[in-house]
């Protein structure tokens, strides 16, 4: 499958831990991003990467978040002292450079904070 | 930066013709228009994407008049698992990806 991955699927925390979730990404694809979806609304863009570096971050980026692309392929996004609000899904999408409008997605990871 | 406008929700039968439209007045110049398609605890598919009048795939087509502020997604001969949410977007390939702005989609429900 070369489509964009994401781990986990599902997590589920407590209110104050740290989560971590990863993207692998289209393999020929520059451009990464990640986004938020919660119920009801369409995705809401957190930050972008064009390679390893991070161009692009939403004012929705509180400290508590923080992305890495090390090596321009995958990439991680983490949470510290996740509050409840932080609960939804979290989407990251892939692009070649000269198409960001076409992004793939993958499946997501649904975060619940208890 | 350029908002859209969607109906919220929409309802067909199999094997009709859906027309989802979207409003997006303020498009400028180097904007592309292009649609999504999301099912339940999925990421959003790209489904089409054009610039003016009209363009077709083997999944809809897209037309797109002169003035280019609006655009109408044509999904031909819907069928149940057409049920999904619809994003319109506009921006330009090479604008801030920050104003890549999905808003809240239109629900299209099909009925047997």
């Given at each position: 499958d070369t489509g964009v991955s994401q781990n986990p699927r599902h997590k589920i925390t407590k209110r104050g831990q740290n989560v971590t979730f990863r993207c692998d990404p289209?393999?020929?694809?520059?451009?990464?991003?990640?986004?938020?979806?919660?119920?009801?609304?369409?995705?809401?863009?957190?930050?972008?990467?064009?390679?390893?570096?991070?161009l692009e971050k939403s004012r929705l980026l509180s400290d508590r978040f923080s992305a890495e692309r090390p090596k321009g392929s995958f990439s991680t996004l983490e949470i510290q002292r996740t509050e409840q609000g932080d609960s939804a899904m979290y989407l990251c999408a892939s692009s070649a450079t000269r198409d960001q409008e076409t992004q793939y997605f993958g499946p997501g990871t649904r975060l619940l904070v208890l | 930066l350029a908002k859209t406008t969607q109906p919220i929700s929409m309802d067909s039968y199999e094997g009709q013709e859906v027309n989802i439209t979207c409003s997006h007045n303020n498009i400028a110049t180097n904007d592309y228009i292009t649609w999504?398609?999301?099912?339940?605890?999925?990421?959003?598919?790209?489904?089409i994407q054009g610039y003016k009048t009209k363009v077709t795939n083997e999944v809809a087509?897209?037309?797109?008049?002169?003035?280019?502020?609006?655009?109408t997604l044509s999904l031909p001969r819907v069928s149940l698992s057409d049920t999904a949410v619809y994003y319109c977007l506009v921006g330009a390939p090479y604008s801030s990806a920050s104003k890549i702005i999905f808003g809240s989609g239109t629900r299209l429900s099909i009925r047997p």
């Open positions: 289209i393999s020929e694809h520059n451009r990464l991003y990640w986004y938020r979806q919660t119920l009801g609304q369409g995705p809401e863009f957190l930050t972008y990467f064009q390679n390893e570096a991070q | 999504y398609q999301q099912f339940p605890s999925q990421g959003p598919r790209f489904i087509s897209l037309f797109i008049p002169a003035d280019r502020k609006s655009s």
